[in-house]
């Protein structure tokens, strides 16, 4: 099986070929949304940090994303004064051997100068980056990233075993898959432990998620050991049942490692990212750590998508795939009605990836669902 | 039917008592069949054999808890017969 992708400078492969415009800062959102605006392919990634009490924090995503082989070139617009600087990030991102410039408002003299320079800048890297053709490459280049959001009673039963046998697919291919979502998975860590290729990486889930549920009590006050009202309504017993139905979209390869948060993982299989339950922040923390597709599994149905990444939706819910086609792009509610084996759903799944993964548009792209936000808590380096 | 090593399997459908639930693996072959103890609901979960007091209940091949008292074939198994084994006081002070 292969597919057909970009050839980056670093070996890596790019499923789309995108300008990113990220800015390092809040206060130069504005500048980097309207130079992405003006230049066709470009794609702004703005967010809500960089400055005063999140130290660093917003580095290592915003540096992944930038990294990540679906883009192709990058701009970096700063303000001046930020803690990450354009300077920072840009070296940063170079690492990756890509074509990096930056450009700082204060510097430059204002929103006006920086957007007519911003604009100059990527419109030059799109005519460069255009000439690229896609070529066929095999599914170890390619790396998945596994993620829910508005689960029902339908995702542990149909969707995420289908999704399972996805990731089993493109890791038994040579590729690599992540799976998202420590919260999701309190009270399955016992579990994971278990399928962790060694001792090391057994404790580090263990001590992820243990962690993760800490933060939880001792922040939130969230009483984290129950389930909640409208799971136990749709039949989930136990809290190991509903985390167990999560997790099951991992398949059931061996697992390589415990990730931090938008941390780029050193060799290929399956891993564990430690990330929140809020999905922005997730699918985020995914694409940053490189994944070229994101696999989203959901039973009440969300339009969510990312700059960088193409998001394919699945549903296990029948009515949910009625009322949200628009945003659907696999329906695997044909489980439940019993027409359809989670096998052949599977199948439906992987051929989906492969003719994304060459080009073929996702309905969050289609709609221009390109979402981000930045998980702040994890442990500082 | 998540897994082979399953004492439940999930209802794809409503069932009311004395239907005859048949249970299939995930590739879709029939596993077997049980008469539902009592209506059960969409979603919910049914017993395929005894599960005694104490016993482990299992799904995808795993624990999801324990029987608080003894479950019939065909019976509904919910939170009035499960707990679960998950103790969360061991990393609390």
Redesign the interface.
Known sequence: MSFLGYRRPDGSVGVRNHIAVISTVTCANEVASRIANQVEGAVSLTHSMGCGHYIFAPLRPLAGLGKNPNVAAILVVGLGCEVVSAKILAEEIAQSEKTVESIVIQEVGGTVKAIKQGVRIAKNMMREVSRLKRESFDLSSLTLGLECGGSD??SG?AAN?AVGKVADMVVKAGGTAILAETVELI??EH?LARRAVNEKVAEKIVEVI?RM??RMVKSLNLPV?MIAPGN?E??L?????KS??DS?KAGSSPIQGMLEYAEIPTRKGLFIMDEPGYDPESVTGIVAAGAQIVVFTTGRGTPLGSPVAPVIKITGNPRTYNTMKGNIDINAST????KE????VSKRIYKKVLRVASGEKTKAEVLGHRELAIYWAWPIP | MMNPKDNVATLLSDAEVGAVIVVTSADGSVVKEVEAARSIPFGHKVALARIGRNELVLKYGEVIGEATEPIEEGEHVHVHNVKSLRVRVETKT
């Open positions: 009673t339908t039963m075993p009270g399955a579990v243990r549920e800490e050991d136990i749709g039949g017993s136990t809290l190991e049942e167990l139905g099951y489980i439940i009605e019993g084996t989670i096998e052949g």
